[in-house]
């Protein structure tokens, strides 16, 4: 058996973001269970890229962003696809590739990793070729049963199974909940409207009656920051909410340690929405239950009534009362949202992909 794989990320870390990370994570499990890796990915920022390409134990192909950049990832994959027998395509223009790429190494195992947004991003011949992409696959695998019923209305004769996403349970096992008798609430993303920010700050009047002493932390890219905080002194809570940008992992982890509960309130616009929310996850290994909107991939990420509660993200009193909910009953749900986070630990996950690269393969 042939075991070189490479992958063909839209992302890929240092800088932040759900398919990088999960494309990473991927590449980094299954050279551990023997594969030889590549990665075809973008440069976004080249200094910290090639900082962070030096310390990795696989290859990574990196392609400067010019008028020449898809050419240039087609070369590239091309380039690597004779000597590999797997190829993972992961985001919007890597399964244009994968695609072509089929057309011509047919004999060669093909596999798509969906995430959601990207499945009907762009004008209607974008839509069209994702569409005609998605056909030549020979494995669809979707992120959140949330992605695989929007992947079906691309074209409901699609083959999906669902692999969700994982994170590495090791980076936060040692790590315990902080005890605090105040409600700390804590959001980890882009600060964006579709990350749903702007929905925990409208709940926070009535929040604020039943948790006088509330505070709201929001920790990431401070994107739409002067807008949120424009909305929150309109409503008068601006006192309550810290805007702490982007932090390390070692910052993150101490504010989410000290936090009650982690909200995930993202808020679909058109047809970009949260495929699946490991932030949820990761703040379930430490103890914090967490509150997600159910109208999108966080669904997955939250087992309703168990690790957390799973909201109208549009409506306030649905949030207080999931919020009421969890302090109620606060040591059984973060036991809970423990033992729940376990499951998605990528010593798991990879098992699963192993399973469907190495079928028929």
């Not at 940008?245 to 982690?262: M, P, V």
């Amino acid at each position: 058996m042939n075991n070189k794989a490479f992958i063909i990320s839209s992302e890929f870390p240092p800088l932040p973001g759900g398919i990088g990370n999960h494309a990473y994570l991927l590449s980094k499990y299954l050279q551990l269970s023997g594969y030889e890796i590549s990665v075809v990915c973008d440069f976004r920022k080249e200094k910290e890229d090639l900082a962070f390409d030096a310390k990795q134990t696989f290859k990574i192909h990196r392609i400067k962003r010019n008028k020449f950049t898809q050419l240039n990832r087609i070369k590239k994959a091309n380039s690597l696809i004779k000597q590999n027998a797997t190829v993972i395509c992961s985001g919007k223009f890597s399964l244009w590739i994968g695609a072509l790429l089929k057309t011509f190494f047919y004999k060669k195992k093909f596999i798509a990793v969906l995430h959601g947004s990207e499945l009907k991003a762009g004008n209607k011949a974008l839509q069209s070729l994702t569409k005609w992409s998605l056909k030549k696959f020979d494995s669809l695998i979707a992120v959140s049963e949330f992605t695989k019923q929007f992947a079906l209305t691309v074209d409901s004769n699609l083959s999906i199974q669902v692999i969700n996403n994982g994170f590495e349970i090791a980076q936060f096992e040692s790590s315990s909940k902080e005890s605090s008798t105040a409600l700390n609430l804590v959001t980890v993303g882009n600060l964006t409207f579709r990350k749903g920010q702007q929905n925990v700050i409208r709940a926070l009047p009535l929040l604020k009656e039943q948790f006088p002493e509330v505070h709201y932390h929001c920790i990431g890219i401070p994107t739409e920051r002067d807008k949120f905080s424009e909305l929150a002194k309109s409503l008068g809570v601006l006192d309550h909410i810290t805007f702490h940008g982007i932090l390390s992992d070692t910052e993150r982890n101490t504010i989410i340690k000290k936090s009650s509960i982690f909200l995930m309130l993202s808020q679909r616009i058109k047809n970009d929405f949260e495929g699946f929310g490991i932030a949820v996850l990761e703040a379930n290994s430490l103890g914090i239950p967490a509150i997600g909107s159910r109208d999108s991939g966080i669904a997955d990420a939250i087992k309703n009534k168990y690790s957390g509660i799973l909201v109208d993200q549009n409506n306030p009193k649905d949030i207080v009362n999931a919020v009421i909910d969890i302090m109620k009953n606060y040591p059984k749900y973060s036991e809970q949202s423990q033992e729940w986070s376990t499951h998605f630990d990528w010593n798991h996950i990879i098992h699963h992909y192993l399973k469907t690269i190495q079928h028929e393969a």
